[in-house]
């Protein structure tokens, strides 16, 4: 079920960082909260913060309705971060995910990279509402000089289509 900042036991309300106002609170199958707030999502327990990441370092994420796990890949590359609910899961939990992450999207180009993987440049909005531009690649991709020459260039248009400087 769905809890409020006040639920939570204080020892875990007292680890999140000073002024996270939550969206929506989730018990954790094993232990622990998930905590959606507007600029980033957390996971607590009652001894330590464990996740503490911002919407904009959130690539993708893939809800699996029957073990009711919220799977979030990270734009850097780390090791995807699973969060498996208890019971009684809402169903706005993955959607209040999806609204956050897109909310951190503003403009997004794709394109084909070198060894047919593929490029993609963003411009996202951090937690402080601040745009900055990212390039990922997913797929094949070989690297050298076409491929750095891609992303740069990729890089300065999709700024330029917001209007940041390159």
Same mark, same amino acid.
Do not use: C, Y
């Given at each position: 079920m769905a809890r409020s900042r006040e639920s939570l036991p204080t020892a875990a309300a007292e680890k999140l960082p000073p002024g996270v106002r939550p969206l929506l609170?989730?018990?954790?199958?094993?232990g622990g909260w998930a905590v959606l707030a507007r600029g980033s999502v957390f996971v607590v327990t009652e001894d330590d913060l464990v996740l503490? &990441?911002?919407?904009? *370092?959130?690539?993708?994420?893939?809800?699996?309705?029957e073990t009711l796990t919220m799977t979030l890949t990270w734009v850097d590359g780390a090791a995807p971060t699973e969060l498996t609910l208890t019971e009684g899961a809402p169903a706005?939990?993955?959607?209040?995910? &999806?609204?956050?992450? *897109?909310?951190s999207l503003v403009q997004v180009i794709t394109e084909k990279a070198p060894?047919?993987?593929?490029?993609?440049?963003?411009?996202?909005?951090g937690p402080d509402g601040e745009l900055f531009s990212q390039v990922t690649a997913s797929g094949k991709v070989r690297g050298g000089p076409a491929l750095e020459a891609q992303i740069a260039d990729l890089e300065r248009r999709i700024r330029s289509d917001v209007g940041l400087q390159p």
């Amino acid at each position: 079920m769905a809890r409020s900042r006040e639920s939570l036991p204080t020892a875990a309300a007292e680890k999140l960082p000073p002024g996270v106002r939550p969206l929506l609170v989730q018990t954790l199958d094993g232990g622990g909260w998930a905590v959606l707030a507007r600029g980033s999502v957390f996971v607590v327990t009652e001894d330590d913060l464990v996740l503490n &990441r911002p919407w904009s *370092e959130v690539d993708h994420g893939d809800w699996d309705g029957e073990t009711l796990t919220m799977t979030l890949t990270w734009v850097d590359g780390a090791a995807p971060t699973e969060l498996t609910l208890t019971e009684g899961a809402p169903a706005r939990f993955p959607l209040l995910i &999806r609204e956050q992450v *897109e909310h951190s999207l503003v403009q997004v180009i794709t394109e084909k990279a070198p060894g047919g993987g593929q490029l993609r440049a963003a411009v996202r909005r951090g937690p402080d509402g601040e745009l900055f531009s990212q390039v990922t690649a997913s797929g094949k991709v070989r690297g050298g000089p076409a491929l750095e020459a891609q992303i740069a260039d990729l890089e300065r248009r999709i700024r330029s289509d917001v209007g940041l400087q390159p």
